[in-house]
């Protein structure tokens, strides 16, 4: 529970307002016709996660403004942190360097480190914080530069990092990769008892996770292409047993120091995280051919996906110990088509952008990317926890659809959100959020703040449908605090649409506030007129690229419709339908295949899977020019 929200900032005050002229429920004679929009109001529903409107690295302003439920800190340069002396590896993405992050005092540290003002900032804005702790072994070994390829010391390189030309990027000139460096070059070892010392440091500064202290910790950041983004210390691949192991080590290291403290894991970084281990990976990249239908680690553990595996070694640590050290299954996703996370804004790309949401939730959408297969991403999640280690919560600590600075990119954000609570998604955290003015600042707003005065989107999901989502999706809730009916509509084409709308559930004669954002003006939340429906229908006007949240006042329900608590979302039966859980058909573990990520793709400047970008600054603040450059191409 957080506490109350403060007064929202001047910015989002002055965003919303009133416009009488513009009428919600008047088709115009241009408006082309859309799909049908149904809604049912009477069911139970299942509860909304409230984490998973989280974010990586959240602006603090943003963050306090929308009661932002969960901040991460997170990804590459969190695997190889040292918190004594608050100095990070910035592995791949910076020429394996060790930088000391800016604080106020070193000689106080570890008090004041970059970590404990991160904790700060997320307590004042009354955010839950997710801290990542290493499971790879090593950390930086002190405070003060130091990189993992000198030049010196292993010979000409391809490129060097202009401000420090002794780092390399571990590519040697010929193109061959450096073998055989030192990781004592930039780093120590670093185990359970490493982590036990910094939980300590932590609870005893901000009290442990059930007095209001870290509440989550992510076991590293995407274990299984540590081949490619820390090879400088971890050059093979993290196999199956590796990560049992670890696993086991500092989640339960976790657990003394701190019980009531949530884990994460194994943080994947995307599809074939699920299916194969890194050692896997890293071998079929390298062997191709049959090794993708015959991975050597998977043959050796009975041909059981990655995934299914983790999960049951988890399962079996409990019933050993009688305690859990996993709480949350979480794997990391970003679309794979073309252009989308790397904010294409060509139209085809656009389009892509706003159909791949599908991948999230619907079997019957193939992706399109190398993938090349139906992914149903928070259904398949479900199920492998269900199956193999019932209780586990499912989170997607990172994401990103691109374009956060673009309408189109806001309209895929606030697709995502409405999909993450429609499917029952437990926790999520956008990486790269946008600035608190980006059109995709505002899908949050149309969720978390769409009055300016702190009203929300409901958080009991309702049953709700679109003829063709691919031009129009529907997302339904009850708000638990007054009984509001809130729907999300997303226009996700460029056409001006008249869509009808069927609520069951309402009195006859209804009212809706409604709340608009859109192309028009991405500068602000338009309040417009209240939408009459009679007898639970309507013609909805839907301008391009727009979203339209509707707000049903409780009085306008129909009598007998549901208003106490939520349904428990429990997973019904395998291709069993129910009005009032996030069901979809099943699909067989079977079908799905692993397969050579040619190019996998990522969100634009700042993560990485097949090479590294630049930041985008220094870690001075400085903007660092050509923010697209390549520093490294692993094989693949």
């Known amino acids: ?85 608050s100095t990070s590896n910035r592995a791949g993405d910076w020429y394996f360097e060790n930088i000391p992050d800016e604080v106020a005092d070193p000689a106080r540290l570890p008090d004041g480190s970059s970590t404990d003002q991160f904790v700060a900032k997320d307590e004042a804005a009354g955010a839950d914080t997710i801290l990542t702790v290493p499971l790879i072994g090593w950390v930086p070994k002190a405070r003060e530069k130091a990189c993992g390829f000198s030049v010196e010391k292993y010979g000409p390189q391809q490129s060097t990092d202009q401000w420090m030309p002794d780092c390399g990027n571990g590519v040697a000139a010929d193109g061959s990769p450096v073998t055989g460096n030192d990781p004592a070059d930039t780093s120590v070892p670093a185990g359970a008892g490493y982590v036990t010392d910094w939980l300590h440091h932590l609870t005893s500064r901000y009290g442990t996770a059930a007095q209001g202290g870290v509440k989550y910790y992510d076991l590293d950041n995407e274990a299984d292409i540590w081949h490619a983004t820390h090879r400088d210390v971890h050059p093979d691949g993290a196999g199956y047993d590796e990560i049992r192991d670890s696993t086991y080590a500092i989640a339960g290291a976790v657990k003394a120091a701190d019980p009531g403290a949530r884990t994460l894991g194994p943080v994947g970084w995307g599809w074939n995280s699920i299916l194969l281990s890194g050692l896997d990976q890293k071998t079929c990249n390298e062997q ?10 998977r043959t050796a553990h009975d041909g059981v996906p990655y995934a299914t595996w983790y999960l049951r070694q988890m399962a079996a640590y409990e019933r050993r110990h009688g305690s859990r050290i996993l709480d949350y299954y979480d794997n990391h996703w970003y679309p794979q088509g073309t252009g989308i996370t790397g904010g294409g804004e060509d139209e085809a790309t656009r389009a892509l952008r706003l159909r791949s949401t599908r991948q999230l939730w619907d079997p019957q959408y193939t992706d399109e990317s190398w993938i090349g297969q139906p992914v149903d991403l928070i259904p398949r999640m479900r199920r492998l926890v269900d199956e193999n280690y019932p209780g586990t919560k499912i989170a997607v600590s990172e994401y990103n659809w691109g374009a956060l600075d673009h309408i189109d990119g806001a309209l895929a954000e606030a697709d995502v959100l409405g999909i993450f609570g429609r499917e029952g998604l437990d926790l999520a955290t956008l990486w790269s959020p946008p600035a608190p003015t980006d059109p995709g600042a505002y899908a949050f707003r149309m969720y978390l703040d769409y009055d300016g005065k702190g009203s929300r989107f409901g958080d009991t999901s309702l049953t709700a449908a679109s003829a063709d989502p691919d031009k129009v999706s529907v997302f339904a809730a009850r708000r638990s605090s007054d009984g509001a009916l809130t729907l999300m509509v997303v ?121 590294s970008t630049l930041p985008r600054q220094t870690p001075s603040g400085t903007p660092r020019p050509g923010a697209q450059h390549t520093l490294t191409s692993p094989t693949r």
């Open 288 to 297: 191709g051919g049959d090794c993708w239908s015959n991975p050597p680690d």
């Open 491 to 611: 226009n996700k084409s460029t056409d001006e649409l008249t869509a009808p709308l069927s609520v069951t559930g309402l009195a006859d004669r209804a009212h809706a506030h409604v709340f608009r954002y859109g192309g028009g003006d991405t500068s602000a939340i338009t309040r417009l007129p209240d939408q009459s429906v009679r007898h639970g229908r309507a013609s909805l006007t839907l301008p391009g690229y727009s979203l339209t949240e509707l707000v049903f006042p409780a009085a306008d329900r129909a009598a007998g419709a549901a208003h106490g608590a939520p349904a428990h979302h429990a997973a019904p039966a395998q291709g069993q339908d129910s009005p009032d859980a996030p069901v979809h058909e099943a699909r067989q573990p079977a079908d799905d295949r692993a397969v050579p990520a040619a190019r996998p793709v990522s969100t634009r400047n700042v993560h990485t899977v097949t090479g």
């Open 1 to 85: 529970m957080h506490p109350k929200r403060p007064p929202v900032l001047p910015l989002l005050a002055a965003a919303v307002v009133t416009a009488a002229t513009l009428v919600a429920g008047s088709p115009l004679a241009h408006a082309a016709a859309g799909p049908a929009l149904t809604v049912d109001a009477r069911a139970g529903g299942h509860p909304i996660s409230p984490d998973i409107y989280g974010m990586n690295f959240a602006d603090a302003g943003l963050a306090e403004e929308l009661g932002l439920p969960v901040d991460r800190w997170g990804g590459n340069a969190t695997t190889r942190y040292n918190y004594l002396t």
